[in-house]
């Protein structure tokens, strides 16, 4: 999965920023996408729910790898893993 790299820490960018930025992003390169996983670190949350739960020691987590065997094929990256969105192209 190719992976976009976005340092955005000086603007201060909420999770819902983020995904607007993200989800445009994914529009530009890959044409139409569709979002598969997401991870928001300071909430620890993640997208869909639970799919880190049989990864515990995996290098690779859950909504990652959910989202490679769905076909995903960008991953954009805020701020070093504070946001992460997958996405295939529809």
Not at 11 to 26: D, G, I, R, V, Y
Request: some cysteine; proline content about 3%.
């Amino acid at each position: 999965m190719l992976t976009l790299h976005l340092d955005a820490s000086e603007l201060a960018l909420t999770f819902e920023q983020s995904l607007k930025l993200a989800n445009a992003t994914a529009n530009h390169l890959l044409g139409e996408a569709m979002l598969l996983s997401f991870y928001d670190r300071d909430r620890n949350l993640e997208s869909p729910a639970g799919v880190s739960e049989c990864h515990v020691g995996c290098t690779t987590p859950g909504w990652q790898d959910y989202a490679e065997n769905r076909g995903g094929t960008l991953m954009v990256n805020f701020e070093r893993g504070r946001y992460v969105f997958c996405y295939r192209p529809l």
